[in-house]
């Protein structure tokens, strides 16, 4: 789910506010910094119910529907139930602990039932979700909820691979295979200099799950320039969910996964660096911040572009694709 909607809504608004301050900052080296602001913050809240939609829906910038993601309605009378094929219960509860935020305190359950609640940004109540172990034959574990604002799917049911109803499909595309996808949407102005088109399989097809597919510019850019903004704002651009999500699959295997994206001949995939991903923060007439992550620990955190010119390379996914 792209997040902070209304953000993008008063930017597209005010232009002269948020843009162009962004502008004059990332294009003038001169300028003053405001002392008040800092460069960056760390992030340690988050709208919790967008976090937990986005891990398994793909939506535009307006949050309408593009694809199931991880996980895929398998019954034509039921499309808001999703189901997603495993192997063992421990895998399903990797599927879970990334489709919380990482400010939902986790505890722990020796029969593997969780109930967690769900908050935005202000605390405030949004509903709950729960994990529990399935009690039909060939089901592994359920994911429910009572959130009413979530959009296009309500459950998720975890099944045996061997109880999948469907044959199931290897992919054509393997681990750290890197694959050129153009990138379509006509309102990224594409340079060959700017935005790399080969993406690297950081996540193979699986039974009702979709491959992922990362990249990263060539270059490093700064929020508040004037064709990077798109790019950020595009569905090609991770939101939080999708962002850490991408960091746990590359840090189990850092170095092959380095080692890819430097064949892939993008931007590169280093330790410690941070990279642009799509969340933009407004603080009225104080900040304009842009998310970023740290891909190598997965820490988040928001940088100032109104009153610094921070530049970074743009993470980049494709995830809506059957293979």
């Known amino acids: 789910m792209k997040t902070m909607h209304y953000l993008k809504t008063i930017l597209a608004i005010v232009p ?5 301050a962004g502008f004059a900052a990332c294009s003038n080296d001169d ?9 960056s913050e760390a992030v340690t809240t988050f709208d919790d119910l967008a976090y937990f939609q986005d891990a398994f829906i793909e939506t535009d910038s307006l949050g309408k ?11 034509e009378n039921d499309p808001t139930h999703l189901y997603i094929g495993v192997e063992t219960i421990h895998e399903a509860l990797e599927y879970w602990d990334a489709c919380l935020a990482p400010d939902i305190t986790r505890t722990t359950s020796a029969d593997n039932s969780y109930n967690y609640t769900l908050t935005d940004k202000e605390g405030q109540l949004q509903g709950t979700v729960s994990f529990a172990p ?19 799917f309500k459950a998720v049911t975890f099944l045996l691979n061997s109880a999948w109803p469907f044959n199931s499909e290897e992919g054509t595309y393997r681990l750290g295979d890197v694959r050129n996808i153009a990138l379509t949407d006509a309102s ?26 990362v990249g990263i510019t060539n270059v490093e850019l700064c929020p508040g320039e004037e064709k990077v903004s798109p790019l950020l704002n595009s569905v090609y651009c991770p939101a939080e969910a999708k962002a850490k999500q991408i960091s746990e699959l590359l840090r189990k295997d850092w170095e092959l996964f380095e080692a890819c994206f430097e064949e ?19 603080k009225y007439l104080v ?6 992550i740290c891909l190598s620990t997965g820490d988040l955190s ?9 530049k970074k390379h743009v993470l980049l996914k494709v995830d809506w694709l059957d293979d």
């Open 134 to 152: 399935g009690t039909e034959s060939g089901h592994v574990a359920e994911i429910t909820t009572n959130a009413t604002d979530l959009k296009h």
């Open 302 to 310: 928001d940088w100032d572009f109104m009153w610094h010119y921070p």
């Open 188 to 213: 990224i102005q594409i340079t060959g200099a700017q935005y790399n088109c080969n993406f690297v399989c950081v996540r193979e097809k699986s039974n009702g799950v979709r491959p992922l597919y």
């Open 264 to 282: 892939a001949g993008g931007g590169p995939l280093k330790r410690g660096w941070y990279y642009w991903y799509d969340k933009i923060t407004w």
């Open 31 to 39: 300028d003053e910094d405001n002392p008040n602001v800092p460069e």
């Open 65 to 75: 529907f593009i694809a199931h993601c991880v996980g895929t309605p398998i019954y």
């Open 16 to 20: 002269a506010i948020a843009l162009c």
């Open 287 to 292: 900040s304009f911040s842009q998310g970023c």
